[in-house]
């Protein structure tokens, strides 16, 4: 069956430190995966999708197949980048299935 | 604000009692989504529609609750006879398509409680 685990409730760092928040998945088919992010009393928003191999806000994620991760990344973490991230995987076309979500800390 | 709206943002409610949301999702988008957000977890998929037309209901959907989307524009969520597991945030979402090339609009959801 398709999952999506995100290992970590919680991740602090120091302001300026790298960031890697962890996203492993179990599916059969060809993964389409995603990187949400929710920031405080706003809407969930996308933030990054693997197809195309963008990078946003300084966050890039690389699709690792052989070890089915697609962790996001941030090689100088901001204040600004405090928030709640959701992994998730497309399936059957239309539906996404979310991670429990990683919640970012950045101290200053 | 030409985003995905929903209405009301919050909802206290008696056990028993029955609830209706509103999803008003961007206007040419034909997709629409309902989800659920419970304390400490991901959105989880409970049914969307393509127009009018309601494709497919997760296992999450219960006979008590009905999702339409009449004209194929605004959505209604009614969940009849409400149980404190009801509880949750209720998301709807848009979208143009279908696929990874198509992105989600979300909500800010509607906020349930049931006493």
């Known amino acids: 069956a398709q999952r999506v685990t995100q290992p970590e409730k919680l991740l602090s760092v120091f302001k300026g430190a790298p960031v890697e928040l962890k996203c492993n998945y179990s599916?059969?088919?060809?993964?389409?995966l995603f990187w949400y992010v929710q920031y405080s009393r706003q809407r969930l928003q996308l933030l990054l999708r693997?197809?195309s191999r963008e990078s946003i806000k300084g966050f890039t994620a690389d699709l690792n197949k052989g070890e089915t991760s697609f962790h996001l990344k941030k090689p100088f973490a901001q204040e600004e980048d405090s928030a709640m991230y959701y992994c998730?995987?497309?399936?059957?076309?239309?539906?996404?299935?979310f991670g429990t979500g990683t919640r970012l800390q950045v101290f200053p | 604000d030409t985003g995905v709206s929903q209405d009301p943002r919050h909802k206290i409610t008696k056990r028993g009692q029955n609830v209706t949301f509103r999803c008003d999702p961007i206007?040419?988008?034909?997709?629409l989504y309902w989800y659920r957000q419970t304390l400490g977890q991901g959105p989880e998929f409970l049914t969307y529609?393509?127009?009018?037309?309601?494709?497919?209901k997760s296992r999450l959907l219960s006979d008590r609750f009905s999702a339409e989307r009449p004209k194929g524009s605004f959505s209604t969520l009614e969940i009849q006879r409400t149980e404190q597991g009801d509880s949750a945030m209720y998301l709807c979402?848009?979208?143009?398509?279908?696929?990874?090339?198509?992105?989600?609009?979300f909500g800010s959801g509607t906020r349930l409680t049931v006493v």
């Open positions: 979402a848009s979208s143009l398509g279908a696929g990874v090339g198509y992105g989600y609009t």
């Open positions: 599916y059969s088919g060809s993964p389409e």
């Open positions: 693997h197809i």
């Open positions: 998730a995987l497309l399936y059957s076309t239309d539906k996404l299935i």
């Open positions: 206007s040419e988008h034909n997709r």
């Open positions: 529609f393509q127009n009018e037309a309601q494709l497919e």
